[in-house]
């Protein structure tokens, strides 16, 4: 028996999130009293793969070729027989827009029982159960898995980093794909901007802010901390910010450290995007707004008064 | 070219959600379109209108006779016929075998799921469905396009978007931006929906992977602490001393 954690690479590079799902994974196999493996796909330099190593592996494995282009069916086949090769018990995701794509179909193929977004230990082994949100972030659900392998993926920012250095060695695993179905034409990248999925910190801002020309003070108070920007639904659909930056229900689910909500009422669908955030400050200038109800921190007040001066104190 | 939305009947996310041990009680929510199927029948019509080709457009839910309401609705919104596989989807697994045999009694070029379910939140469906069936599959996906006669996909990356060009049938599960406003059925759709045809399949044996065993309700929150307007700086403090986040 094994945990298999899979790791995706962007441009070479591993993020904070996969340093998470390798603490998370050794957390699991050290429970669980069997080796972690670690897989990593595609083009990457070997002394970024030795920064896995800080992290508990017990061995690295990495298959090069066929991988320069995401094709589900092609990544979900070769997680799967990575995961038969090396009698994996428990197949690790991270929970973002790769994972989500690749570990249904993995689970499927291993029938295996997957719960997804989950952002804590399991609850106990045998019975395996595992909590995760349910009902759009309204109430945990505790989840039985029944199979004997397990699919997980994991939240962002949900588990701490953990160093636990190994002397893992990294290997080639031989691995037989498939031709794949689909093919990228296109790549459209804005590279150096942090992004709201993997921002620690984040100011949002909605319609109370009016217009997009009043997004200034806004990017300047994140420019401030470090942090991602983020917004309500309305201004999203109005186009006074980028699809990408809209949290909530239809939009990205977040848990940042910290979440400060500018002239944003907090409706449900809202806050179902942000509640898991660690630290959450509501700045509004009506007493009343939901979205006090959710926040840690909050200020009464006219944001176009209260920006600035916060601004200012942060200086 | 035909489409089949997989659509699921999930509370509407305004109401509050009890239960009876791991059961939500029924009692006053209000039931709705899965936001994302809802959408991605949106696209599909907006399709189907645009002359790109679409033949026809077909739904599919898997659920007790509770889910017709919803199903109506999406009828009424202008999908062309409807499929209810007669079950408590019972799982994910076991949900997208279901949605795996109406796929396969069925002739579509491309089959649409939303990125996620309001209530189980399982994110799993779309990419196991691809999988049983053996066909490809697109995630994250925010435009479906017809050029030429072919699926053109765009699909969200970190910090941006890739085109894709697919062979099908192929399965995609949407997100934001797929569709700006949802359809509201019109007087005329609820009359027509009426006449359209809503086929009531027998489920298959599927295996359950998965079970709720507990509902958990969230911690109540400590009361918000206020600061005066003026007082940017005590929130600072506050936030670099207290919660220790800056
Ligand atoms: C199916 C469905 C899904 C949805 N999904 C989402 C989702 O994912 N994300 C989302 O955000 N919404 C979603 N919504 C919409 C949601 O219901 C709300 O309409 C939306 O969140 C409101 O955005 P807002 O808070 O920016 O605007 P409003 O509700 O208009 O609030 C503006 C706030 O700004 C305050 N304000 C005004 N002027 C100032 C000022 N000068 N200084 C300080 N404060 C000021 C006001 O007091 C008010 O509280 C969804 C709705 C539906 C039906
Ligand atoms: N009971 C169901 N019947 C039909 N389609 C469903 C059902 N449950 C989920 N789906 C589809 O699968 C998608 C993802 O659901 P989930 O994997 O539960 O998050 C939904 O957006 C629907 O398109």
Known sequence: MSVLVYTENWDGKFKKSTFELLSYGKKIAQDMGVPMYVLSFGEIANDELEKLKNYGPDKIFKAIEGFDQLDNEVYASAISQAAEKLDATMVIFAQDNVGNAIAGRVAARLKAGMIAAVSALPISYDPFIIKKKIYTNKVFGHIKVNANIKVLSLSKNTFEVIENPSSAEIETIALDLPTAKTKVESTDKVTGKLLLTDAELVVSAGRGLKGTENWGMIEELAQTIGAATACSRPVSDEGWRPHTEHVGQTGKIIAPNLYIAIGISGAIQHVGGISSSKCIVAINKDPDAPIFEVADYGIIGDAFKVVPELIDALK | ?246
Do not use: H
Request: glycine share 8%.
């Open chain 2, 1 to 246: 070219m035909n489409i089949l939305v997989c659509v699921s009947n999930v509370p509407d996310t305004t109401t509050k959600v009890k239960f009876n041990g791991t059961e939500l009680e029924a009692e006053g929510v209000q039931w709705i379109i899965n936001p994302w199927d809802e959408l991605a029948l949106t696209r599909a019509l907006e399709l189907k209108e645009s002359g790109a080709g679409i033949d026809k457009i077909s739904i599919a839910s898997v659920g007790a006779i509770g889910v017709e309401p919803t199903m109506r609705k999406a009828l009424a919104i202008g999908a062309d016929d409807a499929f209810r596989v007669d079950t408590e989807p019972k799982d994910s697994y076991f949900t997208a075998v279901q949605l795996a045999e109406v796929v396969k009694a069925g002739n579509y070029d491309l089959i649409m799921t939303g990125y996620e379910s309001a209530d189980f939140n399982g994110i799993a469906i779309g990419a196991m469905l691809a999988e049983l069936l053996g066909y490809p599959s697109i995630g994250a996906v925010t435009a479906v396009n017809i050029v030429d006669g072919k699926l053109q996909i765009d699909r969200e990356i970190d910090g941006g978007k890739e085109v894709l060009s697919t062979e099908s049938p192929v399965v995609v599960s949407v997100q934001k931006g797929i569709a700006i406003d949802p359809r509201i059925p019109a007087m005329r759709g609820i009359m027509m929906a009426r006449r359209k045809p809503l086929t009531v399949i027998a489920a298959v044996e599927a295996d359950v992977l998965t079970e709720i065993v507990e509902i958990e309700l969230p911690q109540a929150k400590a009361a918000v602490k206020m600061f005066d307007a003026e007082d940017a700086k005590g929130l600072v403090e506050a936030l670099r001393n207290e919660a220790n986040v800056i």
